[in-house]
């Protein structure tokens, strides 16, 4: 969920010793502010990263490999779910937000389970992947988030993390943190003042690509691998189920 959106929720902004977050999100706020956005979420997304997002998610995708069964963890309105559908058999997109899931539904092409995140409601070893999309600041606990998805994958098939970051680099990061002060809050603040008030803030405040490495490996992922996308404004954390 949300490469767009941080709202009034709490979203987290450092990791804690156990993977929880310092800044806990409240599900209920989180669930109604994406419900809220829901019919403009994916047009959002793409004007707010000029499409780098498409981008991101078709590396995203292709790191997962292909076989039988594959897991969209918050899947929002399914557009990994769909990419997924290409490579794999059957794709399983799963989210606790009902009106994004409407989304999804309307357009099909692969199944879909209103849950939550941080209790997977599936068996062990259901999976050959398991993916998120933007989904770390929307969570109440990260490591609980990989726990559960390196649970659901078959042994040393991949669980793939999408997240937006901030780039390497004292100019890189002034010229991000100003195109986040003057695009996104302003696009944002026509939809949902509320819902993008404090994206800025939020971004700035993510954590580094090499804490969210360290906190997979400690819920017992192995293998954890970064690759970070354009000018790293974005990163892939690629591992595999223990």
């Avoid at 995203?60 to 076989?67: K, R």
Wanted: proline letters at 5%; one cysteine or more; a positive charge.
């Amino acid at each position: 969920m949300a490469e767009v959106f941080a709202a009034q929720v709490g979203v987290p902004c450092r990791l804690g010793e156990d993977g929880g977050a310092l800044s806990t999100p409240d599900p209920t706020a989180v669930k109604q502010a994406f419900g809220r956005i829901a019919r403009r979420y994916d047009l959002l997304n793409t004007l707010l990263s000029v499409g780098l997002h498409k981008v991101w998610r078709r590396r995203a995708v292709a790191l997962c490999g292909s076989g039988e069964r594959a897991l969209d963890v918050c899947a929002g309105t399914g557009d990994l779910s769909r990419r997924l559908a290409r490579r794999f058999r059957r794709v399983v997109g799963v989210d606790f937000s009902r009106p994004m899931l409407a989304v999804a539904r309307r357009r099909g092409g692969v199944a879909l389970v209103e849950g939550d995140a941080l209790a997977l409601p599936f068996a062990e070893n259901t999976f050959d992947c398991a993916l998120t999309g933007f989904s770390l600041r929307n969570v109440a606990g990260v490591g609980r988030l990989f726990g559960e998805m390196a649970r659901v994958v078959r042994p040393g098939r991949p669980v793939v993390s999408l997240e937006l970051t901030r780039p390497p680099g004292r100019m890189l990061r002034r010229l991000h943190d100003l195109y986040l002060r003057a695009a996104v809050t302003r696009i944002g603040a026509a939809v949902d003042s509320d819902a993008y008030r404090h994206l800025a803030d939020t971004v700035r405040a993510l954590p580094e690509p090499d804490e969210i490495a360290a906190l997979m490996e400690r819920s017992g992922l192995e293998g954890v691998a970064i690759h970070r996308l354009s000018s790293g404004i974005a990163a892939l954390h690629v591992s595999v189920a223990p």
